[in-house]
């Protein structure tokens, strides 16, 4: 069965660092972009981080720029996300999807270009002193 597996959530304190990972499982990461999204309690799932197939190009939601860097290490079959000077309300459940689709990554930031990819079942962060 295909699907995309997420590790390396938990709890931390404000302005601490966290790195995440989305994992392939039965198929190869490779020709696929991955996308970062996270869901807040009550709140829509919104885009966080993506990167080309690649990894030659990446985005960021403006919330996070210049604090989470993503990053793909195709010979593990992972892509990372490393969050950094993490705060309270960046509290929610984390998810990586995968697709083929070949856009810019301006546009595979947006969950619904992943509505024919694979999703993975999520990890919790939760910032809180």
């Known amino acids: 069965q295909l699907h995309v597996v997420e590790s390396g959530g938990g709890l931390v304190q404000p302005g601490g660092s966290l790195r995440l990972s989305c994992a392939a499982s039965g198929f190869t990461l490779n020709y696929y972009a991955i996308g970062w999204f996270r869901q807040a309690p009550g709140k829509e799932r919104e885009g966080v981080s993506c990167i080309s197939s690649r990894g030659r190009t990446t985005n960021y939601a403006d919330s996070v720029k210049g604090r989470f860097t993503i990053s793909r290490d195709d010979a593990k079959n992972t892509v990372y996300l490393q969050m950094n000077s993490l705060k309270p309300k960046n509290t929610a459940v984390y998810y990586c999807?995968?697709?083929?689709?070949?856009?810019?990554?301006?546009?595979?930031?947006?969950?619904?270009?992943?509505?024919?990819?694979?999703w993975g079942q999520g990890t919790q962060v939760a910032v809180s002193s």
């Open positions: 999807a995968a697709t083929l689709r070949a856009i810019q990554t301006t546009y595979l930031i947006s969950p619904r270009r992943y509505d024919d990819g694979y």
